[in-house]
């Protein structure tokens, strides 16, 4: 029977409905034998002896390795070390990081532009480098999680216009809405 080991970062929704939900109806199904692990079981996944022993198990004991939003350069690190054991790498993603909407907070994480609105004809910064945003730090977050979604054996993501986004990246691309 096939081992997956999931590894969920956070408890946010993400996490919760993209990785423990399914892992739990497979491991209710019998479909696979299914280990979990969340980001609160540790203080900082590698930080503890203890907590990266039990992760270490873990990714050892697994067959497939399923993560959401593989980017962090600590752990793309180790998953490549298990990849080259012959551990398959499945990383789920359910945002289009690399078009975010300029007027959401989130441009703040993922904009690699200054940008500005025109309001009454008078220029708004909405986004300056250095006073507001970190262009030189997004454009780093954003070859990390290209290179986590190129390292990825197969990506799962949410629907058909993210996996169009990423196919340029990794063609091994499976929509589960």
Not at 113 to 120: F, G, M, R, T, W
Not at 150 to 163: K, P, Q, R, W, Y
Request: glycine content about 6%; some cysteine.
């Amino acid at each position: 029977m096939v081992k997956i080991f999931g590894f969920e970062k956070s408890r946010s929704g993400c996490d919760w409905y993209r990785i423990t939900q399914p892992l739990i109806q497979i491991r209710a199904h019998k479909a696979a034998e299914v280990r979990l692990f969340h980001k609160g079981n540790d203080f900082n996944w590698f930080a503890s002896q203890d907590a990266a022993e039990s992760l270490e198990k873990d990714l050892s004991w697994a067959d497939v390795l399923f993560v959401p939003r593989l980017s962090e350069p600590k752990f793309v690190a180790v998953l490549k070390q298990y990849q080259k054991m012959g551990k398959k790498i499945v990383s789920e993603w359910d945002d289009n990081f690399m078009k975010v909407n300029p007027l959401t907070q989130q441009y703040g994480y993922f904009g690699t532009e200054e940008y500005s609105e025109y309001l009454n004809g008078e220029k708004l910064e909405v986004w300056k480098d250095g006073k507001n945003i970190d262009l030189a730090g997004n454009l780093e977050t954003m070859k990390m999680l290209k290179d986590g979604l190129a390292m990825s054996d197969m990506v799962l993501t949410t629907g058909e216009d993210i996996a169009e986004a990423f196919k340029t990246i990794n063609p091994n691309i499976r929509i589960c809405p």
